[in-house]
């Protein structure tokens, strides 16, 4: 482990030469926390009610306000970097795989991704196309990843991690905020939001912001990759209440990107057959959400959540328009002394538009889907306040599968403030997406074979089922003092049913079907320390291992490779340090290592490509110049010009990411 040892190094080796009075600069809740207190953070994501970080029985990871603000990233995507477990590749400039414990990609299907409990992810193919994902990031209170199922509560496609991205009430956006950046890469970020008091009890805040990004640079040659892009968003939010009894919220945003992208292979059905073409679109979309909460008594409530979300992303593959409307119901209560139940229903409708082209096509073209859902989640209380037994489970009805049920049973003990045990057993599934029951991809065309030429597909079918896991999980939080915290999580993940491309026969081998015939499992430890050794400098280590263990089955034909893209796909270890320095009150220093180790790309046309592991540092200096005034100079990638960090599965040219020096401005009035 040389490389992590030079990270170490390069993040360890900086002294503060401050007197010791020096405090962390003040105005942010979590920046004046220690390490125990940080451990007492209010989560909702693991069991859809508040609770206390430490007491969770899950492998769960909080990025703060703050945390986002001393990284210096200037998107969601790079901010998630700061979590152990999860895999964050940026595969171009407008393109990120990310996932949590392997099985990464483009189109990573396995993670579930919400803002503010509104879900994200494209019914497509289920995963998230991140360039459409975003918002101020000075209006994010704090990102929470579980890694790990959390299909009890969330549903299907929370199969190896949730992540929700929880904004501030607009209570604590009052007044005004501009924040100004640029630099090589990004020649101008842009944001404004105002917040104001609407009445005795109810607050209001919109917002405005604008991005653009450069093209990065082709991995071959060093040429133009055509990838840049340009972002405008706007949103609102509205939050009340009735004096203690009730509460309510409603927001919403709309956007358009245009981006620009090389595509390669493009097929076409007739000569020259195979073209790169650059590609120029647009990806809109808009939505809008309503939160209202009922106190029935000091402990019993009632929840109603329901959204409206539409997004269309108009490529020169295809062109999809999905419009989504949400319904959620729940109840949170406590009976007797030692039962904390939650439970709930919900419906979810999808409509669905395709324009298909030669090279990527679902059919029909129109269609509808419905998925029903209920969910029930009792936290018994076994010994006082040191040992508890969570038990629930979670029932579905899709249109692809059917009834899907998916239990979990949590224990957490609580020995002492300093340690606490957890262990867990859950079962999850992903259903199909849209493209895996009915799409299709021209993955070649061979104009050497007569009377004319071969056609190669990679085809959905009706008969590809949910995949399915069983997860067992442990994990271990010591806070042995209150400046230092470790948390450590280990996992044994068993697979069934997961994705396989076969032909059905050896003589159709050109026609490649989406079927289920990889099984097997997946193991790994995540580590995450905390270390503040004076008021004014802070260390935080994330280390995340993974193995695999997967066949294909007897059956298969052609899918013998399946178990070496999956494993190929994911580094075996990643390490990220970071460290903060309070310099002077007002002034700081943050430095940010990260080592990810090597993989290699999936099948198509880069089959074989590998990306090598890399050592990279990001450095950002901030000034609170005034009690209003911020000043940054931040770089990124600072330890090469370019490097692969992932190479796409399908369409585009492996692209290198940039190194990057910006400047921002953030003025408070």
């Known amino acids: 482990m040389k490389s992590t040892g030079l990270l170490a190094a390069l993040c360890l080796g900086i002294g503060v030469d401050t007197p010791s009075s020096f405090a962390a600069t003040g105005g942010n809740e979590y920046l004046d926390m220690n390490i125990s207190q940080l451990m007492q953070i209010t989560i909702t994501s693991v069991s859809k009610k508040p609770q206390n970080l ?30 152990p477990g999860l895999q964050v590749a940026r595969v171009d400039a407008n393109k990120w795989a990310i996932t949590s414990r392997g099985f990464s990609g483009t189109f990573a299907n396995k993670l579930l991704v919400m803002i503010d409990g509104r879900s994200v992810y494209s019914p497509t193919f289920s995963g998230v196309y991140w360039d459409m994902q975003d918002t101020m990031l000075e209006d994010i209170d704090r990102i929470e990843v579980i890694r790990g199922p959390g299909a009890t509560i969330w549903g299907a496609n929370a199969v190896n991690g949730v992540i929700n991205i929880i904004t501030k009430k607009a209570g604590d956006t009052q007044g005004g905020l501009v924040a100004l950046g640029g630099g090589n890469q990004e020649p101008f970020s842009g ?39 340009e972002t405008m968003r706007s949103g609102f939010r509205m939050d009340g209440d009735h004096g203690a009894m ?52 000091r402990t019993d409530s009632l929840t109603l959540q329901a959204y409206y979300d539409y997004t269309n992303r108009d490529e020169l593959i295809m062109d999809q328009t999905h419009r989504t409307v949400d319904l959620d119901v729940q109840y949170h209560g406590r009976f007797g002394s030692r039962h904390d139940l939650v439970t709930g229903i919900g419906y979810r409708r999808i ?7 030669f090279q990527v096509s679902v059919t029909p073209s129109h269609r509808v889907e419905n998925l029903y859902s209920g969910f029930v989640q009792d936290e018994i209380t076994l010994v006082g306040d040191s040992l508890w037994l969570t038990l629930g489970a979670k029932w579905e009805h899709n249109d692809f599968t059917g009834n899907e049920i998916q ?37 070649a065309v061979d104009p050497t074979s007569p009377p004319f030429p071969r056609l190669f597909t990679l085809n959905g079918s009706e008969n590809f089922h ?11 939080r010591w806070l042995p003092m209150d400046e230092f915290s470790l948390d450590l999580a280990l996992y044994y993940n068993d697979y069934d049913k997961l994705f396989t491309a076969d032909p059905y026969s050896p003589q159709t081998f050109n026609h490649l079907f989406m079927q289920n015939k990889l099984h097997g499992s997946t193991y790994g430890v995540e580590v995450a320390a905390d270390w503040r050794p004076l008021p004014q400098v802070r260390f935080k280590l994330g280390y995340t291992y993974i193995g695999f263990d997967l066949k294909v089955d007897t059956d298969a034909i052609t899918a013998n490779d399946d178990n070496r893209i999956v494993k190929e796909t994911s580094p075996r270890h990643q390490v990220s340090l970071q460290s903060s320095y309070t310099l002077t009150r007002g002034l700081q220093l943050n430095l940010w290592g990260r080592y990810v180790g090597r993989l290699k790309s999936s099948k198509g046309i880069h089959a074989d490509r590998r990306v090598d592991s890399y050592l990279e540092l990001d450095a950002n200096v901030s000034w609170h110049a005034t009690d209003n005034l911020e000043l940054m100079l931040a770089g990124s990638n600072l330890l090469d010009s370019g490097h692969l960090e992932y190479i796409s599965e399908f369409f585009t040219l492996p692209t290198e990411v940039q190194r990057s020096v910006y400047g921002k401005l953030t003025y408070h009035f």
């Open 54 to 83: 430490a007491n969770s029985a899950a492998a769960v990871f909080v990025i703060t306000r703050d945390d986002i603000r001393r990284s210096g990233v200037t998107s969601i995507p790079e901010a998630l970097r700061m979590a």
């Open 191 to 229: 944001g404004m939001r105002y917040g104001v008091k609407m009445g005795e009890s109810a607050y209001g805040r919109v917002y405005v912001k604008y991005h653009r990004q450069d093209s990065f640079k082709l991995h071959e040659d060093g040429s133009n990759a055509d990838d840049d892009w």
């Open 246 to 297: 009730s509460s309510w919220s409603l927001q919403g945003d709309i956007y358009r990107n245009n981006e620009n992208q090389l595509v390669f292979p493009y097929w076409l059905p007739q000569p020259p057959y195979r073209v790169k073409r650059r590609d120029s679109f647009d990806a809109t979309g808009g939505n809008i959400l309503g939160h209202w909460r009922q106190r029935i008594s």
């Open 351 to 357: 409509d669905a538009d395709f324009d298909n082209s």
């Open 407 to 443: 239990p979990s049973g949590r224990l957490l003990w609580k020995m002492n403030n300093r340690h606490t045990l957890w262990a867990s057993v859950s079962r999850a599934v992903r259903t199909p997406s849209e493209f895996e029951d009915s799409g299709r991809i021209t993955i």
């Open 466 to 476: 949910s995949e399915e896991l069983i997860a067992y999980e442990a994990g271990y």
